[in-house]
């Protein structure tokens, strides 16, 4: 059984066009049936969604304004010290 996130890297990398299918099947880990079958809509995401910050995330990698790191955007880096620092900053105003 394919993981959610197989199924949304697989679509990333046939929707950034750079690898053919059988490159794509050997970078994730599936079968080149499989997919061939994403890419035709056949198979895909059955019964549970997806998590909606994977479907947000560019299919190109970018440079982030925030960190200068090439990343798929949003950047997750930058994300996380900026829920840092407000975890921080709530808990150095209820000390």
Known sequence: M???EQVVEVKRLLDEGRLSRRGIARAVGVSRGTV???A???????GIPPAEDLLERSAIAQRC???GGRVFMPCVYCEAVAH???????ESRAA
């Open 2 to 4: 394919l993981t959610i």
């Open 36 to 38: 061939d079958k994403i």
């Open 40 to 46: 035709n809509g056949k198979r895909g995401l059955v």
């Open 65 to 67: 304004p925030g960190c």
């Open 84 to 90: 840092r620092g407000a975890v921080a900053g709530v």
